[in-house]
């Protein structure tokens, strides 16, 4: 079974700042992660996705993750934060194989300080 | 292209009465998914199709769900005798096959009076 935790329920950033989006993942094989991103009553966005071609990732709008192995990380970058980046970002696993579906953390709430 | 679909958007509905949620994938994509996201549980995963074929059907809540797919393409997730715990935002992802990317449809959000 795999898992995923998000250590911070809220990240607050001032527009402009770097953006840190923590996540730790458990598997008990290569993982498949991504990070997909939710708007205010709009669907899940993907972001970025790594499937051990290389441990660091780029996605859109800026964003990037980088796969460690050793601490079983893959946190979210930003290197300055837009006050369209206020939105909600989980950090997902996939089940081997796909067919057990994704295995979703709880989120993280980012908040953009004008 | 055209992405996920999902309809109705909303649906308000009485205790005890059924709903039919419906998902059309993105053309080609064979492997479909059902998720609820509600304020308690977060995000889970109920249900997979490749193909019409849903080969475990044990993420789901109970057994007044239930979920089918037809033609390869177009699902439908039916909740008989709607409670109001089941109130949540029903979400489907297709992708081209099991282990690829899944894209989301918007939802449809349910709301059990």
């Known amino acids: 079974a795999q898992s995923v935790t998000q250590l911070d329920s809220h990240v607050s950033v001032s527009e402009g700042t770097p953006v840190l989006l923590r996540c730790n993942y458990s598997?008990?094989?290569?993982?498949?992660l991504f990070w997909y991103v939710q708007h205010p009553n709009k669907g899940l966005q993907l972001l970025l996705k790594?499937?051990?071609?290389?441990?660091l990732v780029k996605g859109i709008n800026g964003f990037e993750a980088e796969f460690k192995k050793s601490e079983t990380s893959f946190h979210l970058t930003k290197p300055s934060a837009h006050m369209s980046d206020a939105a909600e970002y989980f950090c997902?696993?996939?089940?081997?194989?796909?067919?057990?579906?994704?295995?979703f953390g709880k989120g993280t709430h980012l908040i953009i300080q004008p | 292209g055209a992405g996920v679909s999902q309809s109705p958007s909303n649906k308000v509905t009485e205790k005890g009465k059924d709903v039919e949620l419906r998902c059309d994938p993105i053309?080609?994509?064979?492997?479909l998914y059902w998720y609820r996201q509600s304020l308690g549980q977060g995000l889970e995963f109920l249900i997979y199709?490749?193909?019409?074929?849903?080969?475990?059907k044990s993420g789901l809540p109970s057994d007044r769900f239930s979920a089918e797919r037809t033609g390869g393409s177009v699902s439908t997730l039916t909740i008989q005798r709607t409670q109001q715990e089941d109130s949540a935002v029903y979400l489907c992802?297709?992708?081209?096959?099991?282990?690829?990317?899944?894209?989301f449809g918007p939802g449809t959000r349910l709301l059990v009076l």
């Open positions: 997902v696993v996939m089940g081997w194989g796909g067919a057990d579906g994704l295995t």
């Open positions: 053309s080609g994509h064979t492997a």
């Open positions: 199709f490749q193909g019409n074929s849903a080969p475990d």
């Open positions: 790594y499937t051990s071609a290389a441990t």
């Open positions: 598997s008990s094989y290569s993982p498949s």
């Open positions: 992802a297709s992708s081209t096959r099991r282990d690829e990317t899944q894209y």
